[in-house]
């Protein structure tokens, strides 16, 4: 991964959206009539805030829900229940849970989304000009064909693409290039908020780096903000501001990232942080391997949905699910022990 920037004095502003008790539960429908014989809870309950100009990451394994969360805040699925409350650039605030298909049409140039698979996210039969211009002509920002143009050549130079590859197609490219084609596809409209599902996940380590540099640049000269999904936590660690962790539909825990990395709250968030590679050859990696598998989010355990996997779980966990609560100064967990438990932080370099 790359080295922080020094200096970096990020401006932080006041809340750009405002996540409400959220819910998403896909009906499981069985029989010749598809009656619903239960859900599964793919996000449920979750509350958070994200700040102008801040970075917030969202890590778990596969199946926790977080990509689902993200795709609901975007409403590129239909939330069940809940609130998403976004600040629009006149101050005023919107639902995008509730809003219908105009009001949402409108609201939707404010925020965007990044894709994980830069190969399947671009419609291979559109060249990257057309690519780019899509958000701008669906948005009508610009009419003029030679504006257009003229934007689009903008956006490629801003995240370093050549403006001579303006008429070529997305299989011409590269993975690290495709993607910068879908960052520069999301800047189009402006937007305030752009989430990145996994935005790096599928490319080299080396481009890794790069698409992370960018997205730092491209947030201070925009000053963006960005709500970044991904499991690897070396890469979240690095870009973001604060990090919330998310396992069956739930977070169960929330602190800005030094905080995170340093002084984990909860018995998952410590098997995560143990799997964080170093580069320091003298500190030997002592990984904590969860037994069993991420609980079933249609069935999931009673009590805490983590006590099958925790190895410090006693009855109560078994029994009652743990209260979300402020543990430390803007520190956030959920678990009966976090102001007991003293869990293992990342192994410090230098």
């Excluded at 965007?112 to 399947?120: T, W």
């Excluded at 003298?282 to 355990?301: H, Q, S, T, W």
């Amino acid at each position: 991964m790359p080295e922080p920037k020094e200096n970096a004095q990020k401006q932080i502003g006041d809340v750009l959206l405002r996540v409400e008790n959220l819910k998403k539960y896909f009906p499981i429908e069985k029989g010749f009539f598809r009656s619903v014989k239960g859900h599964v809870k793919a996000v449920d309950d979750v509350s958070f805030t994200i700040h102008e100009g801040e970075t917030f990451g969202l890590v778990g394994e596969s199946g926790s829900g977080k990509t689902t969360l993200g795709r609901c805040i975007v409403r590129g699925i239909e939330p069940t229940d809940g609130k998403i409350i976004f600040r629009l650039p006149d101050g005023s605030e919107v639902d995008i849970a509730a809003l219908d298909k105009k009001d949402l049409r409108a609201a939707r140039k404010h925020f965007h989304m990044i894709f994980q698979d830069p190969y399947s996210s671009l419609d291979p039969r559109m060249s990257v000009l057309e690519i780019i211009a899509e958000p701008i002509r669906n948005n009508k920002i610009l009419s003029e064909s030679r504006d257009i143009q003229n934007r689009v050549k903008e956006l490629m130079d801003k995240v370093g693409l050549d403006i001579q590859h303006l008429n070529r197609y997305p299989h011409a490219f590269s993975g690290g290039q495709r993607q910068r084609i879908g960052i520069a596809r999301s800047l189009a409209p402006s937007p305030l908020l752009i989430v990145c599902d996994e935005a790096v996940s599928a490319l080299d380590v080396s481009i890794q780096a790069q698409i992370l540099n960018l997205l730092e640049d491209l947030q201070e000269e925009f000053n963006l903000t960005f709500l970044f999904i991904a499991h690897d936590l070396s890469v979240v660690e690095h870009i973001s501001d604060r990090v919330a962790v998310m396992y069956v539909g739930q977070l169960v825990e929330l602190a800005d990232t030094e905080s995170l990395f340093s002084a984990p709250k909860h018995p998952y968030t410590e098997a995560l942080l143990s799997a964080v590679p170093t580069t320091d050859p003298e500190i030997k990696m002592d990984r904590i391997i969860l037994p069993g598998e991420v609980a079933n989010p249609a069935a999931p355990p009673s009590g805490c949905y983590f006590h099958p996997r925790c190895r410090y779980a006693e009855e109560l966990c078994q029994r009652q699910a743990p209260e979300w609560r402020e543990v430390a100064a803007g520190h956030f967990a959920a678990c009966h022990f976090a102001d007991e438990l003293e869990l293992r932080a990342v192994e410090q370099t230098g």
